[in-house]
């Protein structure tokens, strides 16, 4: 079993940075492909970003190319989001997951599909 607990989310001026926060635990993060999701009111989720088990594959959805970073802290058990230049359309709830498939050791999925466990998420507010 995995708990994933996300933070970090909050009300930002358009412009600004945060840094999303997913500690895991039940399993250790360097045994998970980890992925960040997003849902925005009225729209489906969507992927944002995801790492694999060794952390040498990493993915960014197309549109937040340059804006969006995935990393981890294997001593903290937590893995990040960072996104810089916010802009309103990025107002969503965040929900990290992970993957426990042997799949995920050397890519880092964007379905959702292949996500075992999901966090309750924390809300991205950007104002214009």
């Known amino acids: 079993q995995v708990q994933l607990v996300e933070s970090g989310g909050g009300l930002v001026q358009a412009g600004g940075s945060l840094r999303l926060s997913c500690a895991a635990s039940?399993?250790?993060?360097?045994?998970?492909?980890m992925g960040w999701f997003r849902r925005s009111p009225g729209k489906e989720r969507e992927p944002v970003a995801a790492i694999s088990w060794t952390g040498r594959s990493t993915n960014i959805a197309d549109p937040e190319k340059g804006r969006f970073t995935i990393s981890r802290d294997i001593a903290k058990n937590t893995v990040y989001l960072q996104i810089d230049s916010l802009k309103p359309e990025d107002t969503a709830v965040y929900y990290c997951a992970a993957d426990t498939s042997r799949e995920s050791i050397t890519i880092a999925p964007m379905q959702p599909s292949k996500y075992d466990y999901w966090g309750q998420g924390t809300q991205v507010t950007v104002s214009s």
């Open positions: 039940g399993r250790t993060v360097i045994s998970l492909g």
